[in-house]
Nanobody
């Protein structure tokens, strides 16, 4: 069973930056595609980016493209979400999620992922 733990959340001013980390337990991290999602109060969970198991492929929605970057270090069982030029509308609980994949591919739907972290709060406010 894979366990995912996010960290790095907090309060940041508009225009600022934060880096979230997602650390996974187990020896099969390099077989996992990792996705990042967020959920604001009263809203559905929203996709914010994904990285394939090798790290060669990434995919972002237009809402964060050019501002958010996902990377991974399979030697450390860790995926990072670098968030720049943050806006108040980025305020949400951020989750990382994982799924095993035979192919080096990316997935952008909530239902594509089986394993989820507990989430970390990001608040963008002055």
């Amino acid at each position: 069973q894979v366990q995912l733990v996010e960290s790095g959340g907090g309060l940041v001013q508009p225009g600022g930056s934060l880096r979230l980390s997602c650390v996974a337990s187990g020896r099969t991290f390099s077989s996992l595609t990792i996705g990042w999602f967020r959920q604001a109060p009263g809203k559905e969970r929203e996709f914010v980016g994904t990285i394939s198991k090798s790290g060669a492929r990434t995919y972002y929605p237009d809402s964060v493209k050019g501002r958010f970057t996902i990377s991974r270090d399979n030697g450390k069982n860790t995926v990072y979400l670098q968030m720049n030029s943050l806006k108040p509308e980025d305020t949400a609980v951020y989750y990382c999620a994982g799924r095993y994949s035979v192919i080096d591919f990316v997935f952008n739907l909530v239902n594509d992922y089986r394993h989820w972290g507990q989430g970390t709060q990001i608040t963008v406010s002055s």
